[in-house]
């Protein structure tokens, strides 16, 4: 299957700080990503859809402003979580479809876990 | 509205045993549905789906799933489990009638433990 990383695999921050999460999809070109976040013993929250070369498609009650995503190339999508707070803390995991192979499957990066103290 | 519901927070199962994680949808036309595992610290890995053609769907480590339109169901099943199954099970649903918007309902997830 199409493999997706994330960098880092864990951060830990001060409130108030910014963090940025790289998403990469390393053997296919994914136009479109999708960003989620986790929280322990809980479903996928879909916060975001990645458009390379377009804005981001946020998802109601997720704050662009605070959640700011780049998909600058057809490779790489990044989030940065601004001026984070501890209610920020979470599992960050994104995912893409590889529409050459299978424009169907999500394939998951191993995710994100972020601790903002 | 579209929805997937996972009725059960936790199935538990001895080893060799088979075993069931249910999953039953609600989308205004034809499903695609998904099936992911996900290990603990981990990221989702792709299980198996059915989008069209034989309602038995045959997946990853021995998996297999079948769709149900009558019932709603797309039910993940193993004839024999294994320790290392366990993990926390997601059924997922998109709607065909979406077009090209891929994004996907989620259930909430089944906690898998296999008892040696």
């Known amino acids: 299957g199409a493999v997706v990383s994330q960098h880092p695999s864990w951060v830990i921050c001060k409130s108030g700080t910014s963090v940025k999460i790289e998403c990469r999809s390393l053997?296919?070109?994914?136009?479109?990503m999708f960003w989620y976040r986790q929280f322990p013993k809980q479903s996928l929250m879909l916060m975001a859809t990645?458009?390379?070369?377009?804005?981001?498609?946020?998802e109601q009650g997720v704050e662009k402003d605070k959640f700011l995503i780049n998909h600058a190339s057809l490779t790489l999508s990044t989030l940065t979580v601004t001026s984070a707070h501890p209610e920020d803390s979470s599992f960050y995991i994104c995912?893409?479809?590889?529409?050459?192979?299978?424009?169907?499957?999500?394939?998951f990066g191993p995710g994100t876990r972020l601790l903002v103290l | 509205a579209q929805s997937v519901a996972q009725p059960e927070d936790q199935v538990n199962v001895a080893e060799g045993n088979p075993l069931t994680v249910k999953c039953t949808y609600s989308?205004?036309?034809?499903?695609?549905l998904f099936w992911y595992v996900q290990y603990p610290n981990r990221g989702l890995q792709f299980l198996l789906k059915?989008?069209?053609?034989d309602n038995l769907v045959k997946g990853s480590y021995g998996f297999e799933a079948e769709f149900n339109k009558s019932q709603t169901s797309f039910h993940l099943k193993k004839p024999s489990a294994l320790v290392s199954d366990s993990a926390l099970y997601f059924c997922?649903?998109?709607?065909?009638?979406?077009?090209?918007?891929?994004?996907?309902?989620w259930g909430l997830g089944t906690s898998l433990a296999v008892n040696p």
């Open positions: 995912s893409a479809p590889d529409r050459q192979r299978d424009k169907e499957t999500q394939y």
């Open positions: 053997d296919f070109q994914a136009t479109t």
């Open positions: 990645s458009n390379e070369g377009s804005k981001a498609t946020y």
């Open positions: 989308v205004s036309g034809n499903p695609y």
């Open positions: 059915y989008i069209t053609g």
């Open positions: 997922a649903v998109r709607d065909s009638n979406a077009g090209n918007n891929r994004k996907l309902i």
